[in-house]
């Protein structure tokens, strides 16, 4: 056998799509895959402030004795600070759409950025102006509606197939991680308005800081889009990128075979239809699954489990009820990151069924919240929705449709969710619904799957893209 039979022998091999065994193998293997993460240290900075500020409006149950509300008999005030950011961030997503079509992701999140440090500045400066603190969260949603679709764009390109998931999850993840850090802001809580550190103040502190570390680390570890190169006609940068992002040296088989099949794709995606009406199918799936998301994670049932639970953690002054909620969410979603890409739909059976379940049950049954049980039972509630529910929707928004109506695509089906949100905001402030009703709806709609699951599996509705290239992802919805 000559030397250069013997070389295209181990890379056949090489480029078999076997998945690591042990633990040890797994370890090598996301280390081999890093630079594929690191490439959106940027954008994942730019969500955590942006989960801060969600946070800081549908999961905090002290709104009226932050600093900034003092005053304010009339819930308008505070309801327009709270729902500006959601108004202004399906401008951001729409903005996003024109974008990252047109410039390259550094670009973009360079953009963000200022955005996001000028927003920040007036959270430290004017921490009690209630005007400037609704303009400071307008701006801020702009940026996040801008960073929030490029980066799910970006983190799918960039990732191999059988992590693409666990990459795509970290975007969500890190958006609970900024909710966390709201809360952690918002425990000392005085009937007084006076704070030791102002929470609003804290939000800009933080955010400066995510602004400085994503964009100095993005500076040397941001790799543009192989996609968006081939897209642009730059296929030897494009190739070059690829090996960066595999960690090779060289031109493999393997990333010689990715690199005609992402050429291929765009080929196939440049003839593509711009008619929105082409892909209602896959629009009803993921503005499903959004809506199962919704359910799991909005005003009214967040300040419900907030104050549920309130009596076990809050002591007066400190009210650690926010934090241990979302530890055990975030817990629960560390976990499903690394089993997303291998049971995708049974996990996200598993998380939508529980929570619907656990929602059924407080609709009926009357939990004190006096009691031991109602910490546990809102703890729970918080580990079922973080297993996997909150990933799918946006796994499915990248996977679902063709590389040029994505954009457009993500832009509508996350206004969706927003406008959503809006809804139950306002139904937070304005309508006297009974809570045991409002959870019973939302309970029978999260249990849905579970009498869907037969037809599924027989007629494959939500087909598994699990270990799929784009393409191939694509395909299993044609």
């Given at each position: 056998?000559?030397?250069?039979?013997?070389?295209l022998?181990?890379?056949?091999?090489?480029a078999?799509d076997?998945?690591p065994?042990t633990?040890?193998?797994?370890?090598?293997?996301?280390?081999k895959?890093?630079p594929?993460?690191?490439?959106?240290?940027a954008?994942?900075?730019?969500?955590?402030?942006?989960?801060?500020?969600?946070g800081?409006g549908?999961?905090?149950?002290?709104?009226?004795?932050?600093?900034?509300s003092g005053g304010?008999?009339?819930?308008?005030?505070?309801?327009?600070?709270?729902?500006?950011?959601?108004?202004a961030?399906?401008?951001?997503?729409?903005l996003?759409?024109?974008l990252?079509c047109?410039?390259?992701?550094?670009?973009?999140?360079?953009l963000?950025?200022?955005?996001?440090s000028?927003?920040?500045?007036?959270?430290?400066?004017?921490?009690t102006?209630?005007?400037?603190?609704?303009?400071?969260?307008?701006?801020?949603?702009?940026?996040?509606g801008?960073?929030?679709?490029?980066?799910?764009?970006?983190?799918?390109?960039?990732?191999?197939?059988r992590i693409?998931?666990?990459?795509?999850?970290?975007?969500?993840m890190?958006?609970i991680?900024?909710v966390?850090?709201?809360?952690?802001?918002?425990?000392?809580?005085?009937?007084?308005?006076?704070?030791?550190?102002?929470?609003?103040?804290?939000?800009?502190?933080?955010?400066?800081?995510c602004?400085l570390?994503g964009?100095?680390?993005?500076?040397?570890?941001?790799?543009?889009?192989?996609v968006?190169?081939?897209q642009?006609?730059?296929?030897?940068?494009?190739?070059?990128?690829?090996m960066?992002?595999?960690?090779?040296?060289h031109?493999?088989?393997?990333?010689?075979?990715?690199?005609n099949?992402?050429?291929?794709?765009?080929?196939?995606?440049?003839?593509?239809s711009?008619?929105?009406?082409?892909?209602?199918?896959?629009?009803?799936?993921?503005?499903s699954?959004?809506?199962?998301?919704v359910?799991s994670f909005?005003?009214?049932?967040?300040?419900?489990?907030?104050?549920?639970?309130?009596?076990?953690?809050?002591?007066?002054?400190v009210?650690?009820t926010?934090?241990?909620?979302?530890?055990?969410?975030?817990?629960?979603?560390?976990?499903?990151?690394?089993?997303?890409?291998?049971?995708?739909?049974k996990l996200?059976l598993?998380s939508?069924?529980?929570?619907?379940?656990?929602?059924?049950f407080?609709?009926?049954?009357?939990?004190?919240?006096d009691?031991?049980?109602?910490?546990?039972i809102?703890?729970?509630?918080q580990?079922f929705?973080?297993?996997?529910?909150?990933?799918?929707s946006?796994?499915?928004?990248?996977?679902?449709?063709?590389?040029?109506?994505?954009?457009?695509?993500?832009?509508?089906?996350?206004?969706?969710?927003?406008l959503?949100?809006?809804?139950?905001?306002?139904?937070?402030?304005?309508f006297?619904?009974?809570?045991?009703n409002l959870?019973l709806?939302?309970?029978?709609?999260?249990?849905?799957?579970?009498?869907?699951y037969?037809?599924?599996?027989?007629?494959?509705?939500?087909?598994?893209?699990?270990?799929?290239?784009?393409?191939r992802a694509?395909?299993k919805?044609?």
């Amino acid at each position: 056998m000559s030397v250069k039979e013997e070389i295209l022998k181990f890379e056949k091999c090489e480029a078999k799509d076997l998945n690591p065994k042990t633990l040890f193998e797994w370890v090598d293997f996301f280390q081999k895959n890093k630079p594929q993460i690191n490439g959106l240290v940027a954008g994942i900075m730019l969500i955590i402030f942006g989960g801060q500020n969600v946070g800081w409006g549908i999961f905090n149950n002290h709104l009226r004795v932050q600093p900034w509300s003092g005053g304010y008999e009339d819930d308008g005030a505070i309801f327009w600070t709270i729902i500006s950011w959601f108004i202004a961030n399906i401008f951001g997503l729409i903005l996003g759409s024109f974008l990252v079509c047109r410039y390259t992701k550094m670009k973009i999140y360079i953009l963000a950025s200022i955005l996001s440090s000028i927003s920040a500045t007036f959270f430290v400066v004017y921490p009690t102006n209630i005007s400037i603190i609704q303009l400071a969260r307008i701006i801020a949603s702009i940026s996040n509606g801008i960073v929030y679709l490029v980066i799910l764009i970006h983190a799918s390109e960039l990732s191999i197939p059988r992590i693409r998931g666990y990459h795509i999850s970290v975007i969500n993840m890190c958006n609970i991680v900024g909710v966390l850090l709201t809360s952690s802001n918002l425990s000392h809580v005085y009937k007084t308005r006076t704070y030791e550190n102002d929470p609003t103040k804290m939000l800009g502190y933080t955010g400066l800081i995510c602004f400085l570390t994503g964009l100095i680390l993005a500076l040397f570890l941001n790799r543009e889009s192989p996609v968006f190169l081939i897209q642009k006609y730059k296929e030897k940068e494009a190739l070059n990128n690829l090996m960066r992002l595999r960690s090779e040296s060289h031109e493999t088989l393997s990333i010689r075979d990715e690199f005609n099949e992402l050429i291929q794709m765009v080929k196939e995606d440049s003839q593509s239809s711009m008619n929105i009406t082409h892909y209602c199918y896959q629009f009803i799936i993921v503005i499903s699954l959004k809506s199962l998301f919704v359910f799991s994670f909005n005003m009214p049932l967040n300040i419900y489990f907030l104050n549920l639970a309130k009596i076990n953690f809050y002591d007066g002054e400190v009210d650690n009820t926010g934090l241990y909620l979302l530890s055990a969410r975030l817990t629960a979603m560390i976990i499903s990151m690394i089993l997303i890409d291998f049971k995708r739909i049974k996990l996200f059976l598993f998380s939508s069924v529980g929570c619907g379940i656990i929602l059924i049950f407080l609709s009926q049954f009357t939990v004190k919240d006096d009691s031991i049980y109602s910490a546990i039972i809102s703890i729970i509630f918080q580990i079922f929705a973080g297993f996997g529910i909150s990933f799918v929707s946006d796994i499915y928004s990248v996977d679902s449709v063709n590389t040029k109506i994505k954009p457009i695509f993500i832009a509508l089906t996350t206004s969706y969710e927003i406008l959503l949100q809006i809804i139950l905001i306002v139904a937070y402030f304005y309508f006297t619904m009974s809570i045991s009703n409002l959870l019973l709806i939302f309970g029978l709609v999260m249990i849905f799957p579970l009498l869907a699951y037969p037809f599924n599996s027989k007629y494959k509705i939500l087909p598994d893209t699990s270990g799929l290239s784009l393409r191939r992802a694509r395909n299993k919805f044609l």
